[in-house]
């Protein structure tokens, strides 16, 4: 490896009252690309200080471990929240590929995650988070007296309430919901496999846990067969497919497609009001995510349950975090900062 590429690790002009120490791997991406590449101070400098927002960005794990989904996260919709529009989030996409780029050539990663990385074109807009009062009024659009609309409420809860993504709430059978006791109270661990089939286990907040059991003891659900061959069954029921003979229409031909879950969100939201930008099941997730980091809950936790984190480096903590992630589930997730329609229910419940 060229000698070059050990040095310096500071990003301003050593004894400048600007110096800050930066990270080995950047310190030695920087002297590579100064003199291995031939780039201009300025250029480098910038390369610099963008990787180290990235950095601080992914938190303990560091740019080594950063995952595809994790640059798309902060090239995209974080930068964007923080001011950043897609001509400027572009030095960002340069400075993080040929980071990656030159990692993977010197073998210090075995894969690139920023291979695929796009650069954000100028002038689209990346999809509105939905506000907290939003989400309010989106839990109360369906209609409890029907069964599709204790449903739809389910799966609204679990979008808002766990971060969920729309294949990954369609997806769900009965078995992923895992009954523990958490404060001397029986509920919900969620057990759900989404993007590259990674598990994620999350417990279900509160209310979103009362909405699946309102779901699940309904009695029109009782009598539809929605039983697998390995003796599971699909969670969340359609209710009209027309490809399909009323005679086969059970177990997996049952479930809910992916974009019927987009149309939940769609057709409660506008019934509700809710400005268009906002009505795509990503808009949950940002706001679940956003939601915990206001409120400052740990970056490890906050990991865990958004699915971003390696599972290897977290198994040990298993037992420790999932008390802490119920904690959290119950005190930051958007249902918890919300008036729901079982919140009533569930204070009586408390008090009794």
């Not at 989904?69 to 902060?74: H, P, R, S, T, V």
């Not at 010197?106 to 291979?115: F, L, M, R, W």
Request: hydrophobic share 40%; with cysteine.
């Amino acid at each position: 490896m060229n000698q070059a590429i050990h040095s310096s690790t500071s990003c301003a002009a050593p004894g400048t009252p600007e110096e800050k120490v930066e990270s080995e791997q950047i310190a030695r991406f920087r002297r590579f690309i100064r003199f291995n590449k031939g780039r201009g101070a300025k250029t480098v400098d910038m390369y610099c200080r963008h990787l180290a927002r990235l950095e601080q960005f992914l938190g303990q794990d560091g740019l080594l471990a950063a995952t595809e989904e994790q640059l798309e996260m902060f090239t995209g919709a974080w930068l964007h929240k923080q001011g950043v529009q897609a001509n400027s989030r572009r030095p960002y996409v340069a400075a993080i590929k040929a980071f990656y780029e030159w990692a993977k050539h010197h073998k210090v990663i075995a894969q690139d995650p920023a291979e695929a990385l796009h650069y954000p074109k100028a002038g689209k807009r990346l999809p509105s988070m939905m506000t907290l009062a939003n989400a309010e009024k989106l839990m109360w659009a369906p209609d409890f007296s029907t069964l599709q609309g204790v449903r739809d409420a389910a799966i609204l809860a679990l979008m808002a309430g766990c971060g969920l993504r729309r294949d990954g709430v369609a997806g769900l059978n009965e078995s992923a919901l895992m009954a523990t006791e958490y404060d001397g109270q029986s509920r919900y661990m969620l057990r759900t496999f989404e993007k590259g089939e990674k598990e994620r286990l999350v417990p279900v907040p509160r209310e979103a846990d009362m909405l699946l059991r309102l779901y699940l003891e309904h009695p029109d659900l009782q009598g539809i067969d929605r039983n697998l061959p390995d003796g599971d069954r699909v969670l969340f029921i359609s209710f009209m497919n027309m490809m399909v003979p009323d005679h086969l229409y059970i177990g997996e031909r049952r479930r809910l497609a992916p974009k019927a879950v987009w149309e939940i969100v769609k057709k409660h939201g506008r019934k509700a009001g809710i400005d268009e930008k906002q009505l795509h099941p990503h808009a949950l997730r940002h706001l679940f995510g956003t939601e915990l980091a206001e409120d400052d809950i740990d970056l490890l936790v906050r990991q865990e349950l958004l699915g971003h984190a390696k599972a290897d480096s977290t198994k040990i903590y298993t037992h420790l975090a999932t008390r802490k992630k119920f904690a959290a589930i119950d005190k930051s997730s958007p249902l918890a900062k919300i008036k729901t329609p079982v919140n009533e229910l569930l204070a009586k419940l408390r008090r009794s």
